[in-house]
Every structure is written in C-alpha cells, then in structure tokens.
Antibody
Framework: QLQESGPGLVKPSETLSLSCTVS??????????WGWIRQPPGKGLEWIGN???????YYNPSLKSRVTISVDTSKNQFSLNLTSVTAADTAVYYC????????????WGKGTTVTVSS | QTVVTQEPSVSVSPAGTVTLTCGLS?????????PSWYQQTPGQAPRTLIY???TRSSGVPDRFSGSILGNKAALTITGAQADDESDYYC??????????FGGGTKLTVL
C-alpha cells in the first residue's frame, strides 16, 4: 500500500513537498519504480516523475526544472518537491508504484489534495 | 512534446460493446509502448485495468480487453454495465523511465 502525506495548502512561489510511505513491501526490491502523478480539478492525469530505489530519477520534461523526487530506503518512503508553485499546480497528487518489467502503474495511493493559494 | 490522444467522450448502451482508443499525435502505437489502461470514478484513485497492451490486472472482469487496432492501442468493453461509467485513461511508456498519459475518455452508459 501507498500513503501520501504533506500540507494541503501551499502559498504561491513556495515549494510543495509531499511524501509517500510504502507498506507491505520494500522500496528497495528493484522490481519497481516509485513515482508521482497529479490531476488538476476537472482535468486528466499528468505523470510527474519516477525514482528507482538506487536514486535514478526520471521526470516529465515539462516539469523537470521544478521537480525533485528523492527516496529514503531506511524509511521506506519517497518524496516529491515542486518549487515555485502557482495556482496551476493545484491538484490531487497521487503516488504510485510502477512495474519495472511491465512498464505500468500497478499500485496507487489514494491521493492527496494540494491547493496553491495565498 | 509527445501528445497521447483519446476520445474525449464516448457512449454505449447497456450490454453493448464499445472500443476506446489511444493514439499518438505523431506516429503509431505499438506493443513497444507497453500501453496500459486505467479506470477512474469521481473522487477515487485510478484503478489499473490493462497492462502490456492486453494483460488484465488482477480482479479485472474479462469483459475488459486490450489490443492494438491499426495504429492505436484499444480498450474494448464487451457487455457494458452501468458501473462501467467512468473516466478511462491510457498511458504509454516512452522509454527511459518516462510515461505519458492520454487526456482521458469519459464513458457514458445509457
């Protein structure tokens, strides 16, 4: 299971920080990527990026300049930082596990709503 | 920038068959893109339906099937039920650890 956590409200120009806690398995298994997907209100899904347990990261080119995904294997967690946020970053943020071999998102968190507003 | 295309909305009659498609703004979708499909109802996280083009995820009814039709990936629902009314998203693996989602299809069962 995956569980997102973090502030539900972030001010414009600040940094959005979320964590995802992995339970029921090891983040270091090597069989999975760990990543983030978001969904603005009334819109579709947008892939943000993934991280492999080794620390190798992969980002959406359109967000790459503002995104950092990191992993803490000791806590079985991975995290998302998104800098210089604007109202356009308001969304439900999902963490997800992606199969390394079959290239799809096989486990999803329930999602957490983040609103960017002063 | 790669754009993955889906029909914005599709309708189907109860017990009918419907096919949703997933294409590329430039080029053809093949199995090399490992097409996957996700179902989402309002307020819920996406649910994985199909991966690697045509493999059903655990617990997914066999009325859902995936394929390549022409130059697109396709999700076919055979014998549509009322609770199939949802948003459906495809995702394509672009390689190098990168995915792109389609814009989603809103399926109405009426």
């Amino acid at each position: 299971q995956l569980q997102e956590s973090g502030p539900g409200l972030v001010k414009p120009s600040e940094t959005l920080s979320l964590s995802c806690t992995v339970s029921g398995g090891s983040i270091s298994s090597g069989r999975s990527y760990w990543g983030w997907i978001r969904q603005p209100p009334g819109k579709g899904l947008e892939w943000i990026g993934n991280i492999y347990y080794s620390g190798t990261t992969y980002y959406n080119p359109s967000l790459k300049s503002r995104v950092t995904i990191s992993v803490d294997t000791s806590k079985n967690q991975f995290s998302l930082n998104l800098t210089s946020v604007t109202a356009a970053d308001t969304a439900v943020y999902y963490c997800a596990r992606a199969s390394y071999y079959y290239c799809y998102m096989d486990v999803w968190g329930k999602g957490t709503t983040v609103t960017v507003s002063s | 920038q790669t754009v993955v295309t889906q029909e914005p909305s599709v309708s189907v009659s109860p017990a009918g068959t419907v096919t949703l498609t997933c294409g590329l703004s430039s080029g053809s979708v093949s199995t090399s893109y490992y097409p996957s499909w996700y179902q989402q109802t309002p307020g819920q996280a996406p649910r994985t339906l199909i991966y690697s083009t045509n493999t059903r995820s655990s617990g997914v009814p066999d009325r859902f099937s995936g394929s390549i039709l022409g130059n697109k990936a396709a999700l076919t629902i055979t014998g549509a039920q009322a609770d199939d009314e949802s948003d459906y998203y495809c995702a394509l693996y672009m390689g190098s650890g990168i995915w792109v989602f389609g814009g989603g299809t809103k399926l109405t069962v009426l």
